[in-house]
């Protein structure tokens, strides 16, 4: 799994019906890295440091195997220093 | 999930049949930066920012489990600011 | 989807019989780029640009589920020009 | 499979069930590298040198099809010199 | 798939049951690049280039659906010249 940072919610208005209501989230692994895409699956804020759980994986974590996700928040992480 | 931006569409008309007539759209991240191609499953044109899904969510996002696709494009940004 | 040019075929007379007679490729993204190994599923011949499907979609693309590929091309690309 | 280091347990509590009670670990595949998160199914300690399955293999290798996991550590080896 | 070189088997006392006794082997794609593992599925020697097949077709290519494999050797290459 990964650990990126949570930045912002990203609204897509025209998207695929499967997707839902769950938020979709703009993730970085540091400032200045290429921002990706993930399914919020627990809740979190800006700022909130992430796991985030990329393969087929993805999929169920984000509520069901069909969920086109390939990168899905499972968890909140208690206190991460990215320099540490 | 990846943002994208889409440029054009491809043409390949020697091609596996199980590829239908889903658009095949040419994709970078950055201008310079290495195309892909994505199956659109939207309806897209040239100069939006989409969002691209990957991995084995690719096949069920472009229609069915046997799809051959690893990049899939399942929603349009509504505004995206790439230097954001 | 990958962008990739054949390059020749490769040779393994040891090799999965899962593999069949299927071709193998050498194909690479661009001059010099690392060479990966592509199962032809359509009649490629060197020069061709390609479309490379790869994730678990590549195995059924390359014939059934249980085929061993992770790089399979399933369409010629009618008029590529790599600087565009 | 990836070889990796093991450098301490990562804490959160708020994160999905499906997690269980697995120990999830950062590791690195050296000194200054990006961090990942695996799942440890075998039993480390920090410092170990690991081999991490990823993609849907991690899955299975964690306990169970639907664990969300894509990188799993399935073995500790016994000697390696990362200089080696 | 990856063109590599096999370089020497990697010892793992301690590891999944599930791995059974099929060699794991250390591979890189050139002299100084990151070592993989790779399980051996055709029996392979030090030195011979290798084509690894990666994602979820490395499972059922070592040998079962539940094989905890990303990456596995499916044939060995009859003449490799890495220059080439």
Redesign the interface.
């Known amino acids: 799994?990964?650990?990126m940072r949570v930045e912002k919610t990203?609204?897509?208005?025209?998207?695929?019906a499967?997707?839902g209501h769950r938020p979709?989230l703009?993730v970085r692994?540091k400032p200045g890295a290429?921002?990706?895409?993930?399914v919020d699956?627990?809740?979190c804020i800006p700022g909130d440091w992430v796991?985030c759980?990329?393969?087929?994986?993805?999929?169920?974590?984000a509520g069901s195997k069909?969920?086109?996700?390939?990168?899905?928040i499972?968890?909140?992480?208690?206190?991460w220093n990215p320099e540490g």
Chains 1, 2, 3, 4, 5 share one sequence.
């Open positions: 799994m990964r650990i990203l609204v897509s208005t025209n998207r695929q499967e997707l979709l703009v692994d290429v921002p990706l895409v993930a699956a627990i809740g796991i759980v990329s393969s087929s994986a993805a999929r169920e974590a069909s969920y086109p996700s390939d990168l899905t499972v968890g909140i992480i208690d206190n």
